[in-house]
C-alpha cells in the first residue's frame, strides 16, 4: 500500500512538473529563462557560480510586473531552481530582498518590496525549504539595480534578489 501511495505521489509530481507552459511573455528581463531551458542545478557549485547566467541560466533575481507581487512563469522557475540549490545546500541560508522601482512613495514602496520578498520566501517554503533559512527584507526604492526614469530601468528595479547568508557562498 505504502509503495502504490508514493508512486502515485510520483506520477502525480512528474504529471504536474511537465504541465507547466510557457506564456511567451517577456518581462523585459534578459536572465530570465523558461523552465523547460533550465538545467539541474549541480550541488557542488557556488551560489554565486550557480546564479551567473551566462554559464548556468540562472539567476539571483526575479522580477515583477508593475506595482504587482505575484509571480510569473519564469519567477517560479527560479524559485524552484533556487529551492533545489536549498536543498543541496543544507547548511546555506537565504535573505531574500524585494525591490520597486522609483515610481510611488517612499511607504509604499518599501510594503510593496515587501510583499515581494515575502512571495518568494513563501514559494520557497512551499517548495520544502525550512522557512528558518530563509530572511527577508525590503529596500523599495532605495537600491535601484539601474539608474534612470524610463520603462527599462524600471524594469529592472522592480525586482526580488536572493542571496546566501551561511555556506555556500
Not at 525591490?99 to 510583499?115: C, F, I, P, Q, V
Not at 523599495?140 to 539601474?146: F, S, T
Request: hydrophobic share 35%; charged share 25%; glycine share 10%.
Amino acid at each position: 500500500m505504502k509503495l502504490r501511495f508514493a508512486l502515485v505521489v510520483l506520477a502525480i509530481g512528474l504529471a504536474s512538473a511537465g504541465c507547466t507552459k510557457s506564456s511567451g511573455k517577456s518581462t523585459g528581463d534578459n536572465n530570465s529563462v523558461r523552465q523547460s531551458e533550465l538545467a539541474r542545478p549541480l550541488p557542488g557549485k557556488t551560489w554565486q557560480e550557480f546564479t551567473e547566467p551566462s554559464k548556468n541560466g540562472y539567476s539571483d533575481r526575479v522580477f515583477f510586473a508593475y506595482d504587482r507581487f505575484d509571480l510569473d512563469e519564469d519567477a517560479q522557475a527560479t524559485i524552484r531552481a533556487w529551492s533545489e540549490w536549498l536543498r543541496a545546500h543544507r547548511d546555506a541560508g537565504i535573505l531574500v530582498e524585494g525591490h520597486a522601482d522609483e515610481r510611488g512613495t517612499r511607504e509604499y514602496n518599501l510594503g510593496l518590496g515587501a510583499k515581494r520578498a515575502t512571495a518568494i520566501r513563501d514559494m520557497l517554503i512551499a517548495l520544502g525549504v525550512n522557512a528558518g533559512r530563509i530572511r527577508t527584507i525590503s529596500y523599495g526604492k532605495e537600491r535601484p539595480a539601474v539608474a534612470g526614469e524610463d520603462e527599462t530601468a524600471y524594469q529592472q528595479n522592480r525586482r526580488g534578489v536572493a542571496r546566501p547568508t551561511t555556506g555556500g557562498a
